[in-house]
């Protein structure tokens, strides 16, 4: 089946540099991905998003590239900081018949080191 | 504020016995979801409703009931039959129902333990 994945389940940083979750995808027909951030307890934060019509997208901090042509996603977090420790999950988009179907991956656990 | 929220935040259930968790939002969001998220992995859809009085199973929907009588409420029922049904439950909603994804938000999550 399809599947979302991540080529790095435990990430250690020191605080100030900067970050990079990956994740690779197996749908070429996903539209639409996004990245969340989850911290202990809580529920998923979206971060960033980007379409297929893109490849690159920034937000504060955050950088999300897009490799279609590899099915690779990537998230980039600047100057890391430790209130940035968190689990982060990629999601891929597939519109299915008009439904809107969503696949997880299993995430990365992002650990700041101060 | 607008937002999603669920409750309560930790539910215990005696092994046999039906639960039902709640979410609401006042987002004006046709989509709702239900999501189950066991340690250390990814979150498995459960149900899904794209419009109220409709509703799809997901991935693992054996165990599970919903209903969506209202635009801002999509309850799920872990019934008996649910073999492991210890886990972290999230809810999530979304702006559309056909046409152009976007972001799903989520709400803070029910933890469920069965004794």
């Known amino acids: 089946g399809e599947s979302v994945g991540l080529h790095l389940p435990t990430l250690s940083v020191q605080e100030g540099d900067n970050s990079i979750i990956n994740c690779a995808y197996s749908?070429?027909?996903?539209?639409?991905f996004i990245w969340y951030k989850q911290e202990s307890g809580k529920g998923p934060q979206f971060i960033i998003d980007i379409r297929s019509n893109m490849d690159k997208r920034q937000g504060q901090r955050v950088t999300v590239l897009l490799n279609k042509t590899v099915k690779h996603l990537s998230l980039q977090i600047a100057a890391t900081q430790p209130g940035d420790s968190a689990v982060y999950f990629c999601a891929e988009n597939l519109n299915s018949g008009g439904y809107q179907k969503v696949t997880f991956g299993t995430g990365t656990k992002l650990q700041v080191i101060p | 504020d607008g937002g999603i929220t669920q409750s309560p935040k930790y539910l215990f259930r005696k092994e046999g016995q039906n639960v039902t968790l709640s979410c609401e939002q006042n987002l004006n969001h046709d989509a709702m979801y239900w999501y189950r998220q066991d340690p250390g992995q990814g979150l498995r859809l459960i149900y899904y409703?794209?419009?109220?009085?409709?509703?799809q199973k997901g991935d693992i929907a054996e165990g599970y009931s919903v209903s969506r009588e209202k635009k801002e409420s999509f309850p799920l029922t872990v019934t008996s039959a649910q073999k492991n049904p210890t886990a972290f439950y999230l809810c999530?909603?979304?702006?559309?129902?056909?046409?152009?994804?976007?972001?799903?938000?989520f709400g803070p999550g029910t933890r469920l333990t069965v004794l």
């Open positions: 749908n070429s027909a996903s539209d639409y």
């Open positions: 999530a909603s979304s702006i559309d129902r056909y046409g152009r994804a976007n972001e799903q938000f």
């Open positions: 409703s794209q419009i109220v009085n409709d509703f």
